[in-house]
DNA sequence: GCCCGATATCTGCCATCACAGATTCTTGAC
DNA sequence: GTCAAGAATCTGTGATGGCAGATATCGGGC
């Protein structure tokens, strides 16, 4: 089962095992969230805490620790009637998730342009160049995660972030759901939008950068309203 | 007879009492986040999971699932070194926090005012009331509360809400340290901005609102700047 | 054949215990 | 008196087991 081994890698990748093994929640909750973010869950279906121990290979205790954070950010709802499930999506619900992104990333793009160095910025690049593979082969989940990679690769070079968390929280309510448009619309419908604000990194162009991870997040959202806004899952 | 099942459904409903018992970890963290948000936890001290499972009268479980939604608000940071503690205010987080505040709030009291209703504006006046009952009796912690119960008696009027949720998680990070900085101006230098927004609300002027808002975020700035933002804790 | 009720299973939830690292306290040597 | 080594304590962490409620499955009655 390569969840497992994903698992332990990412458990143990914190530190290279020498003095801190790092906690296993914390593991199980990076995995987690990777599996929301590149849309690896279906809204609407629901997890166990027992399910996720026997699969990632430890116990209930951490699965349930890992579930209380992403309950926490909004990724799972933890309903009393014992029972825990990705919540399904709600054209209100959409709509106010697209506002929060519409408000802090160009922020945090801006902010964190000045500490993006030429390193980060070649990574950028490295990690478009694989967006643009993953659309032309169609692989969906390499797409979503080159696209929050690419996102976060930005976002991240403030340190200390704030914002980052806020807005890592909208991605992980927004992972699943994304899923399902992708997987409707295909790939061949996706363009990437990530150039324009690459130059605008090369350029020390803050404004720029705003608008084009303005742009890029409107874009998303006219490709759901061609779609089917209404047939929400 | 085929009122069995409705006799059921109605017993169901006739007794939500018993029929509903709060997990207590919801509990748990209930109680901690009021404790965050009015400020009775100070900024680098230490929670551990022992003393508040004590203190609280559980176990530990449900206060670690408790602290571990906490660290994912950002409340707490959970130090790998067998250290639970309340994060130190620097005055680079301080500024990143108000600038999300800044970002956000106005934008959720927008938002929310076509869903405040008289009665909510009846329990916004009563609350203020109790603000300036508080500054006047140099009641800290009732300040606290009220200024809490205040901001999100007016951002939870729209239902569903996301951007609450994130405003939340700022408000449980400033929490501590506010505390900590209206302890050293005392409440006599407090001024209660919220008749503003009162007015706005009534008039249903959303612009208004927002600079009331607004006005109000940067007025506890401003009080920090003059008392000592250098003497951060 | 259809529906209801009992049993079996599954679920989240919580308490308890054990473990290992870190911290604190004690103690003994110089 | 100083200080370091060892013991006692405190810490987060994780596994286990069991409880109660919810769901699913199956059996029996009409």
Redesign the pocket.
């Given at each position: 089962m390569p969840s497992t081994r994903q698992a332990e890698r990412a458990?143990r990748a914190a530190r290279p095992a020498r003095?801190?093994p790092?906690?296993?929640?914390?593991?199980v909750h990076a995995e987690l969230s990777r599996r929301f973010i590149t849309g690896q869950v279906t809204p609407g279906s629901?997890?166990?805490?027992?399910?996720l121990?026997e699969e990632l290979g430890?116990?209930?205790?951490?699965v349930?620790?890992a579930?209380s954070r992403l309950a926490a950010e909004g990724a799972v709802q933890?309903r009393?009637?014992?029972?825990?499930i990705v919540p399904t999506m709600t054209p209100e619900r959409f709509r106010e998730l697209l506002r929060c992104r519409e408000l802090l990333e160009p922020e945090a793009a801006m902010r964190a342009l000045p500490y993006i160095d030429a390193p980060r910025l070649r990574r950028l690049k490295r990690v478009d160049d694989g967006i643009e593979s993953a659309i032309r082969n169609g692989d969906l989940q390499g797409y979503m995660q080159g696209n929050f990679d690419f996102h976060f690769l930005i976002y991240d070079a403030l340190p200390r972030g704030i914002l980052n968390r806020l807005i890592e929280i909208l991605w992980l309510q927004f992972g699943p759901y994304m899923r399902v448009v992708y997987g409707r619309v295909g790939t061949a419908n996706l363009v990437d939008q990530h150039e324009v604000a690459i130059s605008a990194i090369g350029a020390g162009d803050a404004d720029g950068l705003a608008r084009a991870i303005l742009a890029d997040i409107r874009d998303g959202m006219d490709l759901i309203g061609k779609s089917a806004l209404c047939m929400l899952a």
């Open positions: 458990a003095a801190e790092a906690p296993l929640h914390s593991g629901s997890l166990s805490t027992r399910g121990a430890v116990s209930q205790t951490p349930r620790e579930l933890i009393s009637k014992r029972k825990i």
